[in-house]
Structure formats: C-alpha cells, structure tokens
C-alpha cells in the first residue's frame, strides 16, 4: 500500500515543481486476505502528529493553510481504507455495502442501488460467459454499432440530398421569374452552376 500510495504522488510531481502542489491520494485496498486482527471490514487510516510531552495535535498554521488550500494536516498527507472482503457477513444495507457484497460473493442482486453497480452485473454477467459467447456477443455488438452507424450515415446524406433538392427547387422558381441565375443562386444559397445544367 505504502509503494503504491507512494508511486502515485512520485508520478504526479512533474520535475521542478513545489511541494505544496503534491497531489492528495486516497488509497482503497480490497483485501481478499487477513491483515492484522480486527473485527470491522472496512478500517481508516490517516496521519496525525502528536506531541511526544504535551500531546497536543499539530496544525497547520494560517499562512500555510492558505497555501495548501486545506485546513487539518491529515488533509495533505494520503488516507487509506482497507476493506477486509472476509470480514464481511451482513446484509447490504448502504451503497458500500453492496460493493462489498458483490467483491466477496460475485453477484448483484436487482434491488442494489449503489452508483454504477447494476451496469457493474451486466459487465459482470458478460466476463463470466464461456469465451466463445463473449465472442460472439462482441460481434454482434459490433453489428449493432455498424447499422447504427448506416442509418446515420445514410438518414443524414439523405436529409442533406433533400435540403439541396429543395433550394434547387426555389432557385428555378425564382430564374422563372425572370431573376437571374446569379440572384436566385445567391438567395437559394447554391452555386449558380447548378441551375445552368
């Protein structure tokens, strides 16, 4: 956690740069193993400095609130969440919850309302499919995507055919009002060559 936390802010600090614009990471790690002993399933961690004689809570002090745009120090420093999955034996009751549900038993129930999850089964139930259905669902996905694609095409060359057919059409009424080609091409928006063939 502590390399992975560490990487992030590294590849975040382009070279020259201050200190002070060092990204704020939050690291979430599933774990899927024991680490440490505890009863919850998910855990907290920030940084907090306290006085080794007075026990008092360093802060930050005005000016440098100011310029790192935060208030309590721990807002500077990473925060991680560890999710202990095996830990986990309750019923859903919040959106966190019914992640959780899904990581340790792979299933979405249709009553979860957590963002994201219910495109999560569908994506789901497509990885679990034996590799020649996906295949074959990715193909016709594929199929889908190109007729749309046709319609589009096609709706569209035809609405502007249309559109050109139609000023064509006011221009020649307007040449046989005796205007001159120029003058009905100019207020039909057409290239005058047109009315000429």
Do not use: C
Request: glycine share 6%.
């Amino acid at each position: 956690m502590l390399y992975g936390t560490s990487r992030v802010i590294t590849e975040h600090q382009n070279e020259g740069e201050a200190y002070a614009t060092l990204v704020k990471v939050i690291s979430v790690n599933i774990l899927f193993f024991d680490l440490g002993h505890g009863t919850d399933y998910i855990y907290h961690g920030t940084t907090t400095f306290k006085g080794v004689h007075d026990h008092d809570k360093l802060a930050l002090n005005i000016r440098q609130q100011k310029q790192f745009g935060k208030s309590p120090i721990n807002h500077i420093y990473p925060e991680y969440y560890l999710i202990r999955i095996n830990n986990f034996n309750r019923v859903a009751t919040t959106s966190l919850d019914e992640w959780i549900y899904f990581l340790k038993n792979e299933e979405i129930k249709d009553e979860f309302k957590a963002k994201g999850i219910q495109k999560a089964k569908q994506s789901f139930s497509l990885m679990s499919m034996p590799e020649e259905e996906q295949l074959a669902y990715a193909r016709y996905q594929d199929d889908l995507r190109y007729e749309a694609s046709l319609i589009e095409s096609n709706y569209g060359l035809g609405r502007m055919e249309g559109k050109e057919e139609g000023k064509l059409e006011v221009a020649k009424r307007l040449v046989e009002t005796e205007m001159s080609a120029e003058e009905a091409a100019a207020i039909a928006g057409i290239d005058a060559e047109l009315l000429r063939h």
